[in-house]
């Protein structure tokens, strides 16, 4: 059974080329379930049936897990099935096909307007190498609408200052996004004078690094932003991905179109970019409502 799972994860990772990120969260809700399945069931991934399937659903919803968490935990279980009746090792899917999850209200993300954007950024103190790096990777964020897991994998040779752009590597293919002034001067002052002091090892590649000298985590710099909210008092829960919606939203309503978009946030399917529009819609109808007589 482990070598099964560990074949899937190395079909995730090879074969699909899925993001480390999308490995990780398959691979956690498989071997948890794998684990329930031993432990609760007495049996495993290959001997378990429909019944068994629903008796997990049924265990996560009755620990409080959210509808969204038990829906991706269905859609691994899926996807990990097809592959394992593809692969031969089982006829057919465990995983009724009629199943559905309750998915519960999507909520729209978190935006921050651009007076939030400009307190966040200024919150660096630009008086040692530290500060330097932290402006520069907020800048880059908000320049870019690149997601943290893209912004720590950035290498230096992914960035153009020449031309004024970076390259991202992203999930499926590369994609070239421009950087506007501020931050490519943010950007400038880190790589050329600061990064090469903070370096535990000359040839590290990694753009961003971290005190220790090597390539910055992802909760090394979601603990970066949490201490720049604190500091510039946004009442808002701000993400990383909270830099990308608002990304998004700001060029939305400064003219982008979708298209354009969809591409700088290297979106698969334009659907995931129309979420936007839905956004700017109800800013839209809530400044109506408040300011129209009649409404």
Known sequence: MLDLINAYENYLTKVKQASANTVFSYMRDIRQF???LRDAENTDVVDAGQVNISAYLSHLKGEGRSAATVSRCLASLKNFYSYVVSSGFLEASPVPADIKVERGEKK???????EEVELLLNQPVCSDPKGYRDKAMLEVMYATGIRVSELIDLNVDDVNLDSGFIRCAGSRKSRNIPLYPGALAALSVYL????????????????????????????GFWKILKHY???ARIDKEITPHTLRHSFAVHLLENGADLSSLQELMGHS????????????????????EKCHPKA
Do not use: C
Request: glycine letters at 10%; a positive charge; charged letters at 15%.
């Open 108 to 114: 729209l993300p978190q935006i921050l307007t651009g």
């Open 34 to 36: 794998a684990g329930w």
């Open 269 to 288: 399917d334009i659907s995931s970019t129309q979420v936007y529009t839905h956004l700017i819609n109800n800013k839209l109808k809530s400044v109506y």
């Open 192 to 219: 050329y004078e600061v990064r090469g002091a903070m370096l535990a090892d000359p040839g590290e590649k990694a753009l961003f690094v971290n005190v220790g000298g090597s390539r910055m985590s992802r909760q």
């Open 229 to 231: 909210q604190a500091t």
